[in-house]
């Protein structure tokens, strides 16, 4: 009997040990293949590890593997996993599991856990908390995106452009001559190590394409070509790049077209091409008073990552020093593939940051280019939750393109691997009066949704201790200082704070600017915009906007303080897009349309009892979420008529 025993004991150490061995040897075959960025790989083997055992520092492995993979599934399944076994030892979980929420569009479980991360690492300063405290508002917006889809009709190319590999930009000469970027084998020694090629589809007869590579000058050997620029027909600034370990490495070149080939590229200058970064996604731009370059570069001066800059370009083709786009179009994140329409003045770039509906999404701005502000995202379905980037539209107007790596298969488990590209279908210059009515009333009702819309102001702001019942400052600037001061709220609200208590009132604070005051002053941006677009189609509109103040100051006091933040706002309107409203305003528009703003100054009268009026105890009558809540102004009601 005692021998049986040992045996079975014999028999049960044998196949642990060939597990744990197997265990072993699939975690480092997927250390190896993560190492060398085949995710794919690294995926399999974690995922046949954990099958023999589930650890949390395996389950991350796996949940990282599958997020590089873009197999969100499974990543939101070990995130979710190491997030409620072990957030001590990793806690970018739950960051990471409302990344690949977003991106699979669970907008509401991703704002979720990016306020949960958020609050959890209040006190920290660094890319996480302040990407996850800006997509607790953006995972809002975009499940509202996807409640107002747009009409706009797309398709996706056909095969003869788009393969089972990536195909990036193109760029389309109308009927003739179409040039895309594609990443995929063009011939039998293509089969293992590829690169990305510039390519040339040129119409043969009325019906067919033949498809060309480009000769070597272009498609430089071993490099890969992904976006490019024509600045004449027979001149191409391109983006040549090289992979390195976790990103390319480009650079931009120019040729020029003789005869039937193009001549041997030159290096742009290192004013354009930076040492201390990657240069590339050129768009060349012809305006009527000036030329420009516009590229994507993460060079040295930039917010972060991929930024959008521009270089104006002189007569005889010198460049300017480049110039970063600002903080209205560049974030912590990726801003990329910029193009500029100068028919409409609109520019089109893609970003990871705004309100996207997951990864990058496509935005547009109008106005100045050295003065873009408030892109607006172009709309879902148009926009994913996967990379939508490249938009352009081509020379004959007939069509706009963008590239996605979407599936268009609502049963597949992972995100496209590759990109495809798509084809917009432009409207004609002719309106269709049905259509047009449709569009106006869509237009005010997503007015009607924002409303109320209520802008707040730190105490006796703007233009402090003074009678006055106007100011010059815009609303814009007033609230840009307002959210600048929140560490200040922060520090006041929390003193003498410890503990548990010190992260409540960090969080309240929090909550105020995140919920109240950026929260708002994104629904009045998306409002003015939608104000623009109803008065441009010959329709009044009319706002009545509510003043409130706090009670440190006597009522008359509070009135004229109200009167002026209600100014700010009014300026606010004057000075958007350079005045674009303010013909509006005056009752001057070439099309009769009128904006009419109807102001209601209120004192402390409005303000709910229980807030302090105690100028001596300036943490709870200036610095309490209940006082800031009553320093606002509100837009209270919106009206429109032909």
Same mark, same amino acid.
């Given at each position: ?34 190492e ?11 995922? &046949? ?55 699979i ?5 991703a ?29 809002? *917006? ?59 589809? &040129? ?76 240069t590339? *996604? ?60 100068? &028919? ?13 509906l ?75 009066s ?10 005010k009702q &997503? ?54 208590k ?10 105020f ?27 009044n509109?009319e ?44 009752g001057?528009s070439? *099309? ?51």
């Amino acid at each position: 009997m005692k021998k049986y025993f040992i045996i079975l004991y014999l028999i049960f150490v044998y196949i642990n040990s060939s597990s744990s061995q197997n265990i072993r040897q699939f975690i480092r075959n997927g250390n190896k293949s993560y190492e060398v960025e085949n995710y794919e790989a690294a995926e399999y083997y974690y995922s &046949k590890a954990i099958q023999l055992g589930e650890t949390s520092p395996l389950a991350w492995k796996l949940a990282e593997a599958a997020r590089m993979n873009r197999d969100y599934n499974i990543a939101q399944k070990w995130y979710q996993y190491v997030a409620e076994t072990d957030i001590i030892k990793f806690p970018l979980a739950t960051f990471w599991l409302a990344t690949v929420q977003k991106s699979i569009g669970s907008y509401q479980k991703a704002q979720l856990n990016y306020r949960k991360y958020f609050m959890a690492n209040i006190k920290t300063k660094n890319y996480f908390t302040e990407k996850s405290r800006h997509e607790i508002t953006s995972c809002e *917006n975009a499940l509202f995106l996807t409640f107002n889809p747009t009409e706009t009709p797309f398709k996706r190319l056909d095969t003869l452009y788009n393969t089972k590999y990536s195909e990036f930009q193109i760029f389309d000469f109308g009927d003739s001559l179409k040039y895309i970027s594609s990443l995929r084998p063009l011939n039998i020694t293509d089969s293992i190590t590829f690169f990305s090629k510039l390519l040339l589809f &040129k119409k043969s007869d009325a019906t067919n394409y033949s498809k060309e590579l480009l000769d070597s000058n272009i498609n430089i050997p071993n490099k890969n070509i992904s976006s490019f620029t024509f600045v004449t027909n027979n001149k191409i600034i391109f983006s040549a790049c090289d992979r390195k370990k976790g990103k390319f490495y480009c650079q931009l070149y120019q040729s020029e077209k003789a005869h039937e080939n193009w001549n041997l590229p030159i290096l742009l200058p290192n004013i354009i091409n930076s040492i201390s970064g990657t240069t590339t *996604n050129p768009c060349f731009v012809a305006t009527q008073k000036e030329n420009y370059l516009l590229f994507a570069s993460d060079r040295d001066g930039g917010y972060g990552k991929l930024d959008l800059w521009y270089s104006k370009i002189d007569s005889i083709g010198n460049y300017t020093e480049p110039k970063n786009f600002g903080k209205n179009i560049n974030s912590i994140d990726d801003e990329c593939s910029p193009f500029y329409d100068s &028919k409409t003045q609109t520019l089109y770039f893609s970003s990871e940051w705004f309100d996207n509906l997951g990864n990058t999404d496509i935005f547009s701005v109008q106005g100045n280019l050295e003065d873009m502000k408030y892109p607006q995202n172009i709309g879902f379905p148009l926009n994913s939750c996967n990379y939508d980037i490249y938009y352009n539209i081509s020379t004959n107007r007939d069509f706009a393109y963008f590239s996605s790596n979407r599936t268009l298969d609502k049963t597949a488990s992972t995100a496209g691997c590759c990109n495809d590209i798509f084809q917009i279908s432009l409207p004609k210059e002719k309106k269709d009066s049905v259509s047009e009515k449709k569009i106006e009333t869509k237009l005010k009702q &997503k007015s009607v949704e924002l409303i109320p819309i209520s802008l707040y102001f730190h105490n006796d702001e703007p233009n402090p201790r003074t009678w006055d019942t106007a100011t010059n400052l815009n609303y814009a600037t007033t609230a840009e200082l307002y959210i600048n001061m929140r560490d200040e709220y922060q520090n006041i609200w929390s003193q003498n704070l410890k503990d548990e208590k010190k992260n409540i009132a960090l969080s309240e604070i929090e909550n105020f600017f995140i919920d109240s005051v950026e929260k708002n002053f994104d629904k009045l941006i998306k409002f003015t915009q939608l104000m623009e677009q109803l008065l441009e189609k010959g329709q009044n509109v009319e706002i009545t906007i509510k003043g409130y103040a706090s009670p440190l100051n006597s009522n008359a006091y509070n009135v004229n303080l109200s009167k002026r933040r209600i100014q700010s706002l009014v300026n606010f309107f004057n000075e958007y897009k350079d005045g674009i409203f303010i013909s509006y305003i005056n009752g001057n528009s070439s *099309n009769g349309s009128k904006l009419i703003i109807t102001r209601e100054a209120f004192g402390e009268e409005m303000v709910v009892k229980g807030v302090s009026d105690n100028l001596y105890d300036v943490k709870n009558s200036v610095y309490s979420p209940s006082a800031a809540c009553e320093r606002k102004i509100a837009v209270i009601a919106v009206s429109f008529s032909k």
